[in-house]
Structure formats: structure tokens, C-alpha cells
């Protein structure tokens, strides 16, 4: 089968992102969420997205079409009725999740691949609630995806290859690159890699070991890499490290410090790089000035 309906199922900041992504490159995209509400506020995401696209691609001038070609709903058996492919990108929670795929395999056409964008969980804890564990798998994506345009593709035990493949295909379609896992994994390579090293800086932080501009200048100088920790937090809100600390407060004393000192920045308004303020202040940070590294 050959990949031309995709529904995305979840408009916030990832899912908007995706469907938007998909639609750029020629694929047929419905966007489902579950109120007007909630599909008003994805309209505000996507129509964000335009000018990143423009600016970024040399055909991006295509982008300012790309809102008016999607299809919007809030009836899952609508949003799927053709679907070759659904992208659940809901909210993380077991509960959530389970009573969208219960729903999601009563609705579906028997053709159609079911996709999770879920950095939490893996297949495996949701394959017992699909219809088609067959064709169930997970498609994991960056913010900020026409950028940092990696997709790890990763199966459960019961995944079959032929599907992970079209998927891969999928991504290489929607001009990602294709990062296939060979066996489930939490938090995939890229977040198994970054989460640490994100752990890490802000344990230096709330000991007092240094502050925040001067642990992410020591990373840049030593690895070359174009953002240290701290920006990294920026981008991808205060609010996921700050659960992600109170979710291990009780045992860990030192990610109930984190907690505590995220959730100050966070009860001030500095949530990171989209509310125009975290670590750093944006537009224009301080990383990003030549000086910086001096």
C-alpha cells in the first residue's frame, strides 16, 4: 500500500506540526481533535507554521496554500473514514490513549497503519487495545520538525516489517530522515541521549555548581554543538522537565530541587522560548550572539 491519506489525530504543538509537514508535501491530511475549541487553537498553530516554511524551504512559498488544502474534524469516524495512516499525538495519558484506541479500531478501515507520536510510552503498552497490532508502531518526531527532521519509526514484538517499512517510506516522503529501531525503547535514541545530558545541566544548576549561560557555553565550546542544555530547554518548554522532575520529587531529592526551581520560573511566566522568555530571552538570545562563546 502506498501512503496518501493521513489523519492526524491531536492539534497541539507536535500534532499541528505533523499534519502541517504532511500537507506541505502532497499528502491528503485530516486533522481531528476533539472540540472546535481545540481545532481553533491548531488553526492558530498551523497559521504559525507558514511563515517557518517559507523562510526555511526553497519552495516554501507553497506554504501559505497548505492550511486551506487540510481537512478538519472533531468526529473520529469522519477524520478516519479514508485514513491509510493515523498519527495519534494526544495527550500522555494511559487512560486518554487507551479509550482513543479502542474508538480509533472501531472506526477504522481494516487498511489503515495506527502511528503514535508518544515520547512517554512504547507500542507494546497499547497493542492489546488495537484491532491490528500488526499494524500498530510508533512515529516519533523533534519540535520544530522541518527542522530537526528525524523520525525514529519503532515496532512492538507484534509490528510486521512491511508496515515499519511503509512508514519509513512515509517519512522519507515528508522529507524526514528515517531513524528505524530494532527493538522497543523508551524514549527512542534521541531522547535516551538527550534526557540525561538535560538531567545533568540542571543538576549543576539548582547545586550551585555554575549557572545556566555558563553550563550551556562549556558544552558548546567543548562539543561544537549549536545549543547548550539550557537553550534545549527552551525550545521544549519549562513545563515537560518540570513533570517530568515532580514525577520522580518523591524519591529523588534532587529532582524535587528541579521541580521546585522550574515551577518559580514557570509561576513567572518564563516557560521558555515560546512565551518569549526561559533561560534566555527571545527573540534574540543570548546563545545566539557572536560574543557568546568568547
Not at 115 to 135: C, G, I, L
Not at 148 to 156: K, L, R, T, V, Y
Not at 213 to 224: L, N
Request: glycine share 6%.
Amino acid at each position: 500500500m502506498t501512503i496518501k491519506n493521513v489523519t492526524v489525530a491531536g492539534g497541539g504543538v507536535l500534532g499541528s506540526q505533523i499534519a502541517f509537514q504532511a500537507a506541505f508535501t502532497g499528502f491528503k491530511v485530516t486533522l481531528y481533535d476533539i472540540n472546535d475549541g481545540a481545532l481553533d487553537h491548531a488553526k492558530q498553530l498551523l497559521a504559525s507554521y507558514v511563515p517557518e516554511f517559507e523562510d526555511f524551504y526553497d519552495d516554501g512559498d507553497r506554504a501559505d496554500s497548505v492550511i486551506d488544502q487540510m481537512s478538519f474534524s472533531t468526529s473520529l469516524a469522519e477524520a478516519v473514514a479514508d485514513a491509510d495512516l493515523v498519527i495519534e499525538a494526544i495527550p500522555e495519558s494511559v487512560k486518554i490513549k487507551v479509550d482513543y484506541y479502542t474508538e480509533l479500531s472501531k472506526v477504522a478501515p481494516a487498511k489503515t497503519i495506527f502511528a503514535t507520536n508518544s515520547s512517554t510510552f512504547v507500542p507494546s503498552q497499547f497493542a492489546e487495545y488495537v484491532d491490528r497490532p500488526e499494524k500498530f508502531l510508533a512515529i516519533h518526531f523533534a519540535n520544530q520538525i522541518w527542522k530537526n527532521n528525524n523520525a525514529e519509526i519503532m515496532g512492538h514484538p507484534g509490528t510486521e516489517d512491511k508496515y515499519l517499512d511503509e512508514v519509513v517510506q512515509f517519512a522519507k516522503d515528508i522529507r524526514m530522515v528515517p531513524f528505524r529501531l530494532y527493538k522497543e525503547q523508551h524514549g527512542y535514541i534521541l531522547n535516551s541521549l538527550l534526557v540525561p545530558l538535560l538531567d545533568a545541566a540542571q543538576k549543576l544548576w539548582v547545586n550551585g555548581v555554575s549557572d545556566p549561560k555558563t553550563i550551556d557555553k562549556s558544552w558548546m565550546i567543548a562539543t561544537g554543538a549549536p545549543q547548550g542544555p539550557f537553550a534545549i530547554l527552551d525550545v521544549v518548554g519549562l513545563n515537560t522537565p518540570y513533570n517530568l522532575a515532580l514525577a520522580k520529587a518523591d524519591t529523588d531529592e534532587q529532582s524535587a530541587e528541579i521541580a521546585k526551581a522550574l515551577k518559580t520560573m514557570i509561576d513567572d511566566g518564563k516557560t521558555g522560548a515560546a512565551s518569549g522568555e526561559g533561560f534566555y530571552q527571545y527573540p534574540n538570545p543570548a546563545f545566539a550572539d557572536s560574543d557568546f562563546l568568547k
